[in-house]
């Protein structure tokens, strides 16, 4: 085995061990969270500053409904040499504040009457671990797809250039309707959670290795599944990336993202087996029944209600 060989997999199990161990260390250790309710003119402590609520906003749609909720706040940083520093910022979903080692987060309002906001603090002393882990991983999986891709013989095969156009056509019939349907979706009124830069690379990542995946269970284009484990790894990290800036937690056991983490967990086992073409032909075919799952039954919400539960 060269050292390409051997370096994907050192990243890829080194990113693991490192993300596994920040959820251990959240089981035993949980992150620190409050919350609170406050009006216009009330405060918050942070940390010996002090936080101070100036407005709130609700910028709706033209139908009424919420387009985004917004705090207007000011951070009062005491100065013992003269008068205290003064930061100004605004809240909102997907926009938190970083303040020595906080995060503030827009996580509530009173539906009623919009009268008061609800701010959490979150401290999460484990992250650096879990972000480790994720640049790991998606370093490993680059470099298996990009070891993959550079095998004698793959670009050259004629059978290959065969398979790779099956592939094409496979892709152009599943995502024309996709791409009418997302079309459709994007035109509709995002709720606040939905609006961020990560909602197309991270749901297109997935969507584009899935359909990849599904195919090869049935023999078309086998080798690019390392391409697709990239993506599904690239979704995989993305969310967790979304899920910290939107609410606060990398990881929170919804059971989409869940059942995400299981199928990347099935191809993790095909590239160690795939020597053995029994058992490698069985985990593309268990692989691509999770994928199925993964896309319908599991986000049912009213069986499996979560964060990807949007009714």
């Not at 979704?235 to 056991?253: H, R």
Request: hydrophobic fraction near 50%.
């Amino acid at each position: 085995m060269d050292g390409m060989d051997r370096l994907p997999r050192i990243f890829l199990h080194l990113g693991f061990a490192l993300a596994a161990g920040a959820l251990a260390l959240k089981a035993f250790c949980p992150i620190e969270k409050g919350e609170a309710a406050l009006r216009a003119g009330e405060s918050v402590d942070l940390d010996g500053d002090v936080l101070v609520l100036k407005r709130f906003d609700v910028p709706k749609y033209p139908s009424g409904n919420p387009r985004q909720y917004v705090s207007s706040v000011h951070v009062v940083c005491p100065n013992g040499d003269g008068a205290p520093e003064v930061v100004n910022a605004e809240i909102s979903v997907n926009h938190p504040l970083r303040h020595k080692g906080r995060w503030v987060y827009q996580s509530s309002y009173d539906a009623a009457g919009e009268e008061y906001t609800v701010l959490s603090v979150v401290k999460d002393p484990h992250l650096p671990i879990a972000a480790l882990g994720g640049v790991l991983l998606f370093a490993g999986a680059l470099l298996l797809a990009v070891r993959e891709a550079r095998r004698p013989g793959v670009r050259a095969s004629v059978a290959g250039r065969f398979a790779a156009l099956k592939v094409l056509q496979a892709l152009a019939l599943t995502f024309l309707p996709l791409f009418i349907v997302g079309r459709a979706l994007l035109t509709r009124e995002l709720m606040p959670a939905l609006q961020s830069p990560f909602l197309v690379p991270h749901v297109g990542a997935y969507l584009v290795a899935y359909a990849f995946l599904f195919f090869a269970a049935f023999g078309v284009g086998v080798r690019f599944v390392p391409f697709a484990f990239f993506l599904v790894t690239c979704g995989l990290v993305l969310g967790a990336v979304w899920g910290k800036i939107c609410w606060g937690d990398w990881w929170q056991y919804d059971p989409k993202e869940t059942w995400s983490l299981a199928t990347w967990l099935v191809y993790a086992a095909y590239f160690h087996f795939r020597s053995r073409p029994k058992v490698a032909k069985a985990l593309l075919a268990f692989g691509a029944v999770m994928v199925v799952l993964t896309l319908t039954w599991v986000n049912f919400s009213r069986i499996f209600t979560g964060l990807h539960s949007y009714a």
